[in-house]
């Protein structure tokens, strides 16, 4: 089992920054990716950005150019440092990974419990 631990969210005025923080802890055999999905009021979960286990990272377009999502493998950490932001961007963001706890296991997708990120006009 993996358990993933956000934190970072808060207010933050239009044009602002915020830097998101999710920590991975339990057994896993390895990681594959990590990353940020985010779910708005009303609207479906969608992804931010996802960091795989090679070196590419794959972003929303709404928000490229914007956000920058890294990952620290040895540590097992996944960021996502938010500039310009916009209210649009006002949701819970949620880390994501997919893993496998063991050997020749199947991989399975975690979920972070969430962090709301409020951005004012």
């Known amino acids: 089992q993996v358990q993933l631990v956000e934190s970072g969210g808060g207010l933050v005025q239009a044009g602002g920054s915020l830097r998101l923080s999710c920590a991975a802890s339990g057994v896993a055999f390895s990681i594959n990716s990590m990353g940020w999905y985010r779910q708005a009021p009303g609207k479906q979960r969608e992804l931010v950005a996802v960091?795989?286990?090679?070196?590419?990272?794959n972003y929303a377009d709404s928000v490229k150019g914007r956000f920058t999502a890294s990952r620290d493998n040895a540590e097992r950490m996944v960021y996502l440092q938010m500039s310009s932001l916009k209210p649009e961007d006002t949701a819970v963001y949620y880390c994501?990974?997919?893993?496998?706890?063991?050997?020749?296991?199947?991989?399975?997708?975690?979920w972070g419990q969430g962090t709301q990120v409020t951005v004012s006009s």
């Open positions: 994501y990974a997919n893993a496998r706890i063991r050997p020749l296991a199947t991989t399975t997708d975690y």
């Open positions: 960091v795989t286990s090679g070196t590419s990272t």
